[in-house]
């Protein structure tokens, strides 16, 4: 009786462990859901961030080919518009989630969008604007190109840290799960294994 009595007290133990081990598995893989979620997430962020920069790059070079084809039309009709545009998509780039460069340069690419509008106003009436307009233009070319690079810089940095991340809670489970084994198998030994009749074939 004091045998069955150690052996449930033994197992009862083992349970606990077990049942601890099981939960904080469960949160693990909760936690690596989350991770991977998030992972896509700013993948995602990333891409959109990239998308954005390659329309305002396009609209850009869209003034810059009006300024050298010497298109009034485009400056009198159409600039306005794609004045516009350009506003729209700085909001939905500020509405993503940048880093403390990105926003440095967005700033400035913003502040030079600004100071480019009266100078593309008086572009044909005054012969120094055309000069100025094609300088700023070149402005904001280099500010689009350094926020491109920044977005594959910290995609690479993003992904490298949730795959650390990744790679660990991996590990972990695989210990977890390497001690339920262990457990479990210590709870049969326990009730499998007589000492009493081991010792009374040994005699």
């Given at each position: 009786?004091?045998?069955?009595?150690?052996?449930?007290?033994?197992?009862?133990?083992?349970?606990?462990?077990?049942?601890?081990?099981?939960?904080?598995?469960?949160?693990?893989?909760?936690?690596?859901?989350?991770?991977?979620e998030?992972?896509v997430?700013?993948?995602?962020?990333?891409?959109?961030?990239?998308?954005?920069?390659?329309?305002?790059?396009?609209?850009?070079?869209?003034?810059?080919?009006?300024?050298?084809t010497?298109?009034?039309?485009?400056?009198?009709?159409?600039?306005?518009?794609?004045?516009?545009?350009?506003?729209?998509?700085?909001?939905?780039?500020?509405?993503?989630?940048?880093?403390?460069?990105?926003?440095?340069?967005?700033?400035?690419?913003?502040?030079k969008?600004?100071?480019?509008?009266?100078?593309?106003?008086?572009?044909?009436?005054?012969?120094?604007?055309?000069?100025?307009?094609?300088?700023?233009?070149?402005?904001?070319?280099?500010?689009?190109?350094?926020?491109?690079?920044?977005?594959?810089?910290?995609?690479?940095?993003?992904?490298?840290?949730?795959?650390?991340?990744?790679n660990?809670?991996?590990?972990?489970t695989?210990?977890?799960?390497?001690?339920?084994?262990?457990?479990?198998?210590?709870?049969?030994?326990?009730w499998?294994?007589?000492?009493?009749?081991?010792?009374?074939?040994?005699?």
């Open positions: 009786m004091a045998s069955i009595s150690k052996k449930l007290k033994w197992t009862a133990a083992l349970l606990i462990v077990f049942l601890l081990i099981i939960a904080t598995n469960l949160v693990d893989r909760q936690h690596f859901r989350r991770v991977k998030s992972v997430a700013m993948y995602e962020d990333r891409l959109v961030v990239k998308d954005l920069i390659f329309e305002l790059k396009l609209l850009v070079e869209q003034k810059k080919l009006a300024l050298l010497e298109n009034e039309a485009f400056f009198a009709d159409q600039n306005e518009q794609v004045n516009d545009t350009i506003d729209a998509l700085v909001e939905r780039f500020y509405a993503t989630q940048l880093t403390a460069e990105e926003r440095d340069y967005l700033n400035a690419f913003v502040e969008t600004e100071t480019l509008r009266p100078i593309e106003e008086r572009v044909y009436t005054d012969p120094q604007a055309e000069e100025q307009l094609a300088k700023s233009l070149h402005a904001l070319e280099s500010d689009l190109y350094v926020l491109s690079k920044i977005q594959l810089s910290e995609g690479k940095v993003q992904l490298m840290k949730a795959s650390k991340s990744v660990a809670m991996d590990y972990l695989n210990l977890e799960l390497i001690a339920l084994i262990v457990i479990a198998v210590f709870v049969i030994f326990i499998v294994y007589n000492p009493k009749s081991s010792l009374s074939t040994s005699s």
